[in-house]
């Protein structure tokens, strides 16, 4: 079990170490990504935007001491699954992976219900199935890292209890259903994978995290990165009380990533909720459902046609 003692600021020594981050250059993605490298990391940033990317890589690069931690990035689309096909190919040919954040995601999903390219609902395909194809592509490269992946949870699911049960939202719709039933499918996948991994003998961890209430409002202006208005430091600054930064945001996914205590199954989140140091919690009880679990599985497995390489995994031998 994790420590009470953590201390998000003083990270445990990452050179040798390789992290892949979806979603770089923004928000926790990229917090998260700075956090690592400063540590000492190789962390390759990944994003759809390659301008978007060249950005928050170049902000990392000037944030980092010099000689410490190194980035590059990566093209990867998340609500597209050839894009992540194609992303894995390139980031499996290379050294072992220690550790994957599946942190990309739709956080503001449209009015109406939207598909993509693959015929999937867009906020599922972003939030679950191409993290769920990403993972299983990757699998062989962490094992040889014997690595970590972490899942991206929200405090969403333990408020809103809403049961995937229409699992692409194809007979009723609404944006906060989409996102918050996509957190529920994440947290569920998250657990049931490291279920599955310590079952077929898979030397890698499933770990997930929430970043609690973080905004962009309570985080630091950074050109490129994170430009809030007046308006929308205005509001968050009202909100004080019960937000942070999205810097402090990043503390519980790292954590799950890098604390040598952690250990796989295990959920992490901020101390207050919301808001707080970063401590192990207790994930939503519809999340921990085993026939949740189970459905979203299946339903990943058939709309990405991806299954996961557990033998061949269990098989590799570690590298670094």
């Given at each position: 079990?994790a420590?009470?003692?953590?201390?998000p600021?003083?990270?445990?020594?990452?050179?040798?170490?390789?992290?892949?981050?979806t979603?770089?250059?923004?928000?926790?993605?990229?917090?998260?990504?700075l956090?690592?490298?400063?540590?000492?990391?190789?962390?390759?940033?990944?994003?759809?935007?390659?301008?978007?990317?060249?950005?928050?890589?170049?902000?990392?690069?000037?944030?980092l001491?010099?000689?410490?931690g190194?980035v590059e990035?990566?093209?990867?689309?998340?609500?597209?699954l050839?894009?992540?096909r194609?992303?894995a190919?390139?980031?499996r040919?290379?050294?072992?992976l220690h550790?994957l954040?599946?942190?990309?995601?739709?956080?503001h999903?449209?009015?109406?219900?939207?598909?993509?390219?693959?015929?999937?609902?867009?906020?599922?395909a972003?939030?679950?199935?191409?993290?769920?194809?990403?993972?299983g592509e990757?699998?062989?490269?962490?094992?040889a890292?014997?690595?970590?992946?972490?899942?991206?949870?929200?405090?969403?699911?333990s408020?809103?209890?809403?049961?995937?049960a229409?699992?692409?939202l194809?007979r009723e719709?609404s944006?906060w259903?989409?996102?918050?039933?996509?957190?529920?499918?994440?947290?569920?996948?998250g657990?049931?994978?490291?279920?599955r991994?310590?079952?077929?003998?898979?030397?890698?961890?499933s770990?997930?995290?929430?970043?609690?209430?973080?905004?962009?409002?309570r985080?630091?202006?950074?050109?490129?990165?994170?430009?809030p208005?007046?308006?929308t430091?205005?509001?968050?600054?009202?909100?004080?009380?019960?937000?942070?930064?999205?810097?402090q945001?990043a503390w519980?996914?790292?954590?799950?990533?890098v604390?040598p205590?952690a250990?796989?199954?295990?959920?992490?989140?901020?101390s207050?909720?919301?808001?707080?140091a970063p401590v192990r919690a207790?994930?939503?009880a519809?999340?921990?459902?085993?026939?949740?679990?189970?459905r979203?599985?299946?339903?990943?497995?058939?709309?990405?046609?991806a299954?996961?390489?557990?033998?061949?995994?269990?098989?590799?031998?570690?590298?670094g």
């Amino acid at each position: 079990m994790a420590r009470d003692d953590w201390d998000p600021r003083k990270l445990p020594d990452l050179s040798g170490k390789r992290y892949l981050v979806t979603g770089s250059n923004a928000g926790l993605g990229y917090f998260s990504s700075l956090q690592l490298a400063s540590a000492g990391a190789h962390v390759i940033m990944t994003g759809r935007s390659p301008q978007r990317l060249a950005t928050a890589r170049a902000s990392v690069l000037r944030a980092l001491p010099e000689g410490v931690g190194s980035v590059e990035t990566l093209l990867l689309d998340t609500s597209n699954l050839g894009s992540v096909r194609a992303a894995a190919a390139t980031a499996r040919g290379r050294k072992p992976l220690h550790g994957l954040l599946l942190n990309a995601g739709v956080v503001h999903p449209p009015r109406r219900r939207k598909t993509t390219y693959d015929g999937h609902e867009l906020v599922f395909a972003t939030n679950v199935l191409g993290h769920f194809a990403l993972a299983g592509e990757l699998l062989i490269a962490l094992a040889a890292g014997r690595g970590r992946m972490v899942w991206l949870g929200s405090v969403s699911t333990s408020i809103w209890k809403y049961d995937p049960a229409d699992i692409e939202l194809e007979r009723e719709y609404s944006p906060w259903r989409a996102y918050v039933q996509s957190k529920v499918a994440t947290t569920a996948l998250g657990l049931e994978a490291d279920r599955r991994l310590a079952g077929g003998g898979v030397p890698v961890d499933s770990l997930v995290a929430h970043p609690g209430y973080s905004t962009s409002g309570r985080t630091r202006g950074i050109a490129g990165i994170n430009e809030p208005s007046r308006r929308t430091r205005f509001a968050d600054g009202l909100q004080a009380a019960v937000t942070q930064s999205k810097e402090q945001g990043a503390w519980p996914l790292v954590r799950a990533l890098v604390d040598p205590d952690a250990v796989g199954g295990e959920f992490y989140g901020p101390s207050g909720v919301l808001r707080g140091a970063p401590v192990r919690a207790t994930p939503a009880a519809i999340t921990r459902d085993a026939d949740v679990a189970e459905r979203v599985w299946t339903h990943c497995e058939q709309a990405t046609r991806a299954p996961w390489p557990y033998l061949k995994a269990s098989r590799t031998r570690a590298k670094g």
